[in-house]
């Protein structure tokens, strides 16, 4: 169980994550859906350890929640210049040499043998999700997984979540897209101005893209009315 408690972080003196709290299980997907800005970032990198805490607490059984655990996936994945894909992959399986170089980039179809500094947005995507796999941690966080790759990806990476579920690894990811969240996810938090306004779960989706597209049609309809007059 990775359970977050009253989680405060701030970037000086803006207040960017007010007191989250949530809890994630084992053998679940959990998606965090928000605009642009909202603290998905803030809160995945929280829970790494690469951002500071104002107060709160992060357990993950019982003990704080520690980088060892976690494999995470960046929006922006970073690479050290001049390394080939199958290199970054090597250099992640160094604890984990049962990882199936090969046999994995089957699914992916990436040119291991490139340079990663040659490579698409899509690809760079696909060889870090690879590595995130290759660490075998018990804590997966993908942040904005699906911007950047293809549908024939998007797809594969939804149905690798679906197969890791079943090993019992807990697993958050974002979006600000409802849909994404919607064809993996088991729940999903949606956060709001640094506050989760309310977890649904599968059968409240509906409720949850109705909420949004209400939302988003008040701003569009109160912006573009002088506009279009």
């Given at each position: 169980m990775l359970s977050i408690k009253d989680l405060k972080v701030s970037y000086g003196s803006q207040e960017v994550l007010k007191g989250l709290n949530l809890e994630f299980k084992p053998g679940e997907v959990h998606g965090i859906l928000g605009m642009n800005g909202a603290g998905k970032s803030t809160f995945f990198h929280t829970l790494y350890g690469t951002k500071g805490i104002d107060?709160?607490?992060?357990?993950?059984?019982?003990?704080?929640?520690?980088y060892r655990d976690i494999g995470l996936l960046e929006t922006r994945p970073y690479f050290y210049p001049y390394m080939k894909g199958k290199e970054y992959i090597q250099?992640?399986?160094?604890?984990?040499?049962?990882?199936?170089?090969?046999?994995w980039n089957q699914l992916f179809e990436l040119p291991l043998n490139q340079l990663i500094d040659n490579y698409s947005t899509g690809m760079k995507k696909k060889v870090a999700f690879m590595g995130m796999l290759a660490l075998d941690r018990?804590?997966?966080?993908?942040?904005?997984?699906?911007?950047?790759?293809?549908?024939?990806?998007?797809?594969?990476?939804?149905?690798?979540?679906?197969?890791?579920?079943?090993?019992?690894?807990?697993?958050?990811?974002?979006?600000?897209?409802?849909?994404a969240l919607a064809d993996v996810a088991d729940k999903i938090s949606y956060l709001k101005d640094g506050?989760?306004?309310?977890?649904?779960?599968?059968?409240?989706?509906?409720?949850l893209h109705q909420l949004i597209s209400e939302m988003v049609k008040l701003d569009v309809d109160e912006k573009i009315q002088h506009l279009l007059d």
């Open positions: 107060s709160g607490e992060c357990h993950y059984n019982g003990d704080w929640v520690n250099l992640l399986t160094m604890h984990n040499p049962k990882f199936d170089i090969e046999g018990p804590i997966l966080i993908l942040d904005e997984p699906f911007n950047g790759v293809d549908l024939e990806s998007n797809e594969k990476i939804i149905q690798i979540l679906t197969h890791l579920k079943k090993q019992n690894k807990i697993i958050l990811l974002s979006s600000h897209i409802i849909q506050k989760i306004v309310q977890t649904y779960t599968q059968e409240d989706f509906g409720q």
